[in-house]
Nanobody, 116 residues
Framework: QVQLVESGGGLVQAGGSLRLSCAAS????????MGWYHQTPGGQRELVAA???????TYADSVKGRFTISRDSAKNTVYLQMNSLKPEDTAVYSC??????????WGKGTLVTVSS
């Protein structure tokens, strides 16, 4: 089993910054992609940003230029630096991990609240 533990969420004013962390532990054989999703008011998870083992990154259009995803492979940890936060960024952010053999794991999520 693989466990994902997120941290770094909280309350911040619009224009502020937060840094989310997600540490993976357990029977990790080979990580392919790690990423962050947020949950819409309708309950669906939408991709915010992802990073592959080769350090290729993908971002949602709404966060390009404001958020940066990075990873520390030695620590099996992925980070999301969130700058210029907007009230519409308010959401539960969940960490996601895909292994090379196709296993998929989710963290429990961390709440980010941006006040106007």
């Amino acid at each position: 089993q693989v466990q994902l533990v997120e941290s770094g969420g909280g309350l911040v004013q619009a224009g502020g910054s937060l840094r989310l962390s997600c540490a993976a532990s357990g029977n990790i054989f080979s990580i392919n992609t790690m990423g962050w999703y947020h949950q819409t008011p309708g309950g669906q998870r939408e991709l915010v940003a992802a990073i592959t083992s080769g350090a290729s990154t993908t971002y949602a259009d709404s966060v390009k230029g404001r958020f940066t995803i990075s990873r520390d492979s030695a620590k099996n940890t992925v980070y999301l630096q969130m700058n210029s936060l907007k009230p519409e960024d308010t959401a539960v952010y969940s960490c996601n991990l895909w292994t090379r053999r196709g296993d998929n794991y989710w963290g429990k999520g961390t709440l980010v609240t941006v006040s106007s």
